[in-house]
């Protein structure tokens, strides 16, 4: 199973809106309704931010949003701040027994 | 509040085996998953499997499959998972996480692991 795709880094100032695509196959983003965006700063563990591909656990802000369409999922990020400044993985369930999960690749959000 | 404590830094030699715990209070710890995800210096996470202790049933990603080991204590709601035949690719930071059904997402997480592998 691979990793899912997503891009490097993108970057955005206060304010502006950003968005991280994450790209899977049938198998996985494709084939469940089950992905789930993280949020991890240096050294810490991750956060789960949005999860069944656009909803969100309470006490998370209303400024991050998830969609899907096809084999590629994304999360947005209106209004950037600098604290939203972090690495971001999006994760679809890709079945059970040996596949399980699978992570994308990461991406790095930079406020400028 | 649910919480997940995991064991300290451990320092290995390749070809021995190691044993990260992680200990859960709060929620039902019997009627969830608790999965073991990896990260690297540097890299992404990777999930590497998963036990339902209420079914005692672990399933491994396929790349650990042979290598990896995951149990559970019920008495004492605590997780393990025994990675053997290390190397130095094995150097990571090991997490565990919570889910409370078998897709689920990944609603709690421990502080994190330190394996280093080295001679």
């Known amino acids: 199973q691979s990793a899912l795709t997503q891009p490097r880094s993108v970057s955005g100032s206060p304010g502006q809106s950003v968005t991280i695509s994450c790209t899977g196959t049938?198998?996985?983003?494709?084939?469940?309704?089950?992905v789930s965006w993280y949020q991890q700063h240096p050294g810490k563990a991750p956060k789960l931010m949005i999860y069944d591909v656009s909803k969100r656990p309470s006490g998370v802000p209303d400024r991050f949003s998830g969609s899907k369409s096809g084999n590629t999922a994304s999360l947005t990020i209106s209004g950037l701040q600098a604290e939203d400044e972090a690495d971001y993985y999006c994760c679809s369930y890709a079945g059970s027994y040996t596949v399980g999960y699978v992570f994308g690749t990461g991406t790095k959000v930079t406020v400028l | 509040q649910v919480q997940l404590v995991q064991s300290g830094a451990e320092v290995k030699k390749p070809g021995s085996s190691v044993k990260v715990s992680c200990k859960a209070s709060?929620?039902?710890?019997?009627?969830?998953?608790i999965s073991w995800v990896r990260q690297a210096p540097g890299q992404g996470l990777e999930w590497m499997g998963r036990?339902?202790?209420?079914?005692?049933?672990?399933n491994y990603a396929q790349k650990f499959q042979g290598r990896v080991t995951i149990t559970a204590d019920k008495s004492t709601s605590t997780a393990y998972m025994e990675l053997s035949s290390l190397r130095s690719e094995d150097t990571a930071v090991y997490y565990c996480?919570?889910?409370?059904?078998?897709?689920?997402?990944?609603?709690?997480w421990g502080q994190g692991t330190l394996v280093t592998v080295s001679s």
């Open positions: 709060g929620g039902t710890f019997s009627s969830y998953a």
């Open positions: 996480a919570r889910a409370v059904a078998a897709a689920a997402p990944f609603d709690y």
């Open positions: 049938s198998s996985d983003v494709g084939g469940y309704n089950y």
């Open positions: 036990i339902i202790p209420i079914l005692g049933i672990a």
